[in-house]
């Protein structure tokens, strides 16, 4: 899974941010990305696209990776903004913020050189590739998943307790049967992507 970023270390490029996101599909909460910048030539075990592993694989490979990484940056995009431009502007722009947030275990912002994208562009100003399926290409990308899955399923959890009655605890915002129930008894609360449920109540 190294094959992607090797070529660009032979290239000369240092510090090659990787860039997922999660909750695109979602009808509740916010859109997260992540942009991590791994070291060069290290492989972490068990690492794969962060939907084939289990929460608990996920939450340890999580550690690891914060542990190992460069640099790690989060971009989140609530779902007002994502009502005003759509969700693939609002993907964009969350991992733009994750790129732009890249920071070092000291706190130091870091700069990549080069990005690789999970099947996505980025406006900014650095070289960068979009890779389909990246997160089962690319060790990094798949890095990327897993600390933004982890880190948007505790926000769920948050948001599972402020707004009762729709389980995102459970079901992460996405329009599961029981949502997309209770959606229609009692209706949105402050998180939902009103953009998202004109098709359910």
């Not at 999580?62 to 994502?82: H, N, R, S």
């Not at 609002?90 to 099947?119: E, H, V, W």
């Not at 707004?163 to 008894?185: D, M, P, Q, S, V």
Request: net charge neutral.
């Amino acid at each position: 899974m190294l094959e992607l970023e090797k070529a660009l270390w032979e290239e000369g490029y240092n510090y090659i941010a990787c860039i997922d996101e999660v909750g695109r599909g979602c009808l509740a909460g916010d859109v997260v990305a992540c942009a991590v910048i791994m070291p060069k030539e290290i492989l972490i075990e068990g690492v794969n696209d962060s939907k084939k592993l289990t929460a608990k694989k996920r939450e340890k490979l999580y550690g690891k990776i914060l542990e190992t990484a460069i640099a790690v940056g989060i971009g989140q995009v609530d779902p007002d903004t994502i009502d005003k431009i759509n969700i693939k502007e609002s993907t964009r722009l969350a991992m733009k913020k994750a790129i732009l947030n890249l920071k070092d275990k000291q706190g130091n912002q870091i700069l990549p050189d080069y990005l690789l994208i999970d099947a996505e562009e980025v406006y900014i100003d650095i070289p960068q590739s979009s890779i389909i399926k990246g997160d089962e290409k690319s060790h990094g990308i798949a890095c990327a998943s897993i600390v933004a899955k982890v880190y948007r399923d505790s926000k769920c959890q948050i948001w599972g307790q402020e707004y009762n009655g729709y389980a995102i605890e459970k079901n992460k915002g996405y329009g599961t049967k029981e949502h997309r129930e209770a959606l229609k008894e009692i209706g949105p609360c402050p998180i939902h992507r009103l953009s998202f449920l004109k098709k359910i109540i």
